[in-house]
């Protein structure tokens, strides 16, 4: 049995009606921000009653604003909507991003309203909940969250469930491969006839191959078994919140009747 409870759905559009007969958290990516400043309501959720918040990245046009205003705004409308936190979905760290994730951060908290801010962007803040991927190429799960946890508190340690699937040269000279679809990965697994193993420190499958050229490989993947492993790492080093985008974790999860 897939342990599910302290998964939160990420989800647009239709995807949260579907999500929500799982009985699962949902966080829908409803809110914006215009050019000129102003909270704008991108969608509105609809199906699950106290939906978490998602609050996408300004655009790069954003002209100056009023950020206590605007973060004012976000606390009435995470309080009508009964919402029980908000995300920050900001995709790129900049100074002018960072002076609106301050404002919120302060205004949040004074309303005891939980924040959720991507690892990359938040250091800096006082009291949001930091949000890392799980998706690693080396050392380990548990330790790199452990040590999250040492710097920041466990209480502001999320994470973010994040596939894998990379194709890396050995030696590699990054930590980042070449990515593959699934499709792929499955013709290259056939075409090597490769045997996959899995990575308890990375908590990810793995496989390695020589190309054409004598060359090494080696790619590492997750799939609906890794990532319900992962689920259950995070929740034994105490990560109460697991985001993940519905479609990746849709294999998880079974209807509920």
Request: proline share 7%; glycine share 6%; charged share 15%.
């Amino acid at each position: 049995m897939v342990y599910t409870k302290n998964l939160i759905l990420v989800c647009t559009g239709r995807d949260t009606v579907y999500a929500a007969k799982h009985g699962i958290p949902v966080l829908h990516l409803c809110l914006g921000i215009t050019p000129t400043g102003a909270l704008q309501r991108l969608q509105l959720p609809t199906v699950q009653a106290r939906c978490l918040l998602g609050l996408c990245d300004p655009p790069r046009s954003l002209a100056d604003c009023n950020a206590d205003r605007l973060a004012a705004d976000l606390v009435f409308e995470a309080k009508r909507t009964d919402a029980p936190g908000v995300f920050a979905d900001f995709e790129h760290d900049t100074p002018r991003g960072r002076m609106l994730l301050a404002a919120f951060d302060k205004a949040l908290h004074e309303a005891e309203i939980p924040f959720y801010v991507p690892l990359a962007c938040g250091r800096s803040l006082t009291h949001a909940i930091l949000t890392t991927p799980t998706a690693l190429s080396g050392g380990s799960l548990t330790d790199y969250i452990s040590s999250l946890q040492g710097i920041y508190g466990a209480a502001r340690i999320a994470a973010f469930l994040q596939p894998v699937s990379q194709d890396f040269t050995l030696p590699s000279p990054t930590p980042n491969g070449v990515s593959l679809s699934a499709a792929a990965r499955a013709a290259l697994l056939a075409q090597t006839d490769a045997q996959p193993f899995f990575s308890r420190e990375l908590c990810a499958k793995y496989f390695t191959y020589m190309n054409a050229d004598g060359q090494a490989h080696f790619v590492l993947y997750d799939d609906d078994s890794t990532l319900a492993a992962k689920l259950a790492q995070l929740a034994g080093c105490g990560v109460q919140n697991v985001f993940a985008l519905f479609p990746d974790a849709a294999g998880l999860l079974k209807p509920q009747t």
